[in-house]
Structures are given as C-alpha cells and as structure tokens.
C-alpha cells in the first residue's frame, strides 16, 4: 500500500507564511512527479503547483512568485512554501504523487488526506 501523508498547514494572516510537507510511503518503486492540489469551498479542486522527477517546477498563476515547491527525492518528500499568503488561498490543500507500485509498470494518481490552510485576520 502506498500511503501520502501530509503536515502543516493551519490558520495564518494575510501576508503571512505556512509550508505544507508532504511523505510518501509504502512500496514505492518511482515516483515521476509530486504536487499540489487546492479546493476551497464551493469550487472545484484546482492545481497550485508540481515538480517532476528532475526538478522541473510548474505554479499556477495565481501563486507565481508566492509559492515554491520542492521536493527530497531521498526521503520521497514534497514542500510547498507559501509566502505572502492572501484570503483567497483558503483552501484544502491535497498533495499528490505520480508514481509505480513496486512490482508493477504504470504510474497511477496517488492523494493525500487534505490539509486545511485557512489565512484571515
């Protein structure tokens, strides 16, 4: 079984900062991207940002400049940094792992549980 377990998060103000980790765990044989998802209420999930295998980022323009990814390939581990956070970033914050079961040859989705990233004053 592969299990993503997530850390952070919480309830900030604007303009202030949280980093979300992210563990992968299990029998994992690969992993080929990691990233982050975000649903707020009343909307669908959307991306915030991933980093592939080699290093590769990509932000969704709403938190370009604001956010930054990175990941521990050792540790299977994932970071998303967020600065200057704003209301509009109030969300649950889903990390996700493109990646092969040991044994087998096709990468699946794997999600974490959700994290609640709440910014208010």
């Known amino acids: 079984q592969v299990q993503l377990v997530e850390s952070g998060g919480g309830l900030v103000q604007p303009g202030g900062s949280l980093r979300l980790s992210c563990a992968a765990s299990g029998s994992i044989f690969s992993i080929n991207a990691m990233g982050w998802y975000r649903q707020a209420p009343g909307k669908q999930r959307e991306f915030v940002a991933n980093?592939?295998?080699?290093?590769?980022?990509n932000y969704a323009d709403s938190v370009k400049g604001r956010f930054s990814i990175s990941r521990d390939k050792a540790r299977n581990t994932q970071y998303l940094q967020m600065n200057s956070l704003k209301p509009e970033d109030t969300a649950v914050y889903y990390c996700?792992?493109?990646?092969?079961?040991?044994?087998?040859?096709?990468?699946?989705?794997?999600w974490g549980q959700g994290k609640q990233v709440t910014v208010s004053s």
């Open positions: 996700n792992a493109v990646l092969v079961v040991a044994g087998t040859l096709l990468p699946y989705d794997y």
């Open positions: 980093i592939s295998s080699g290093g590769s980022t």
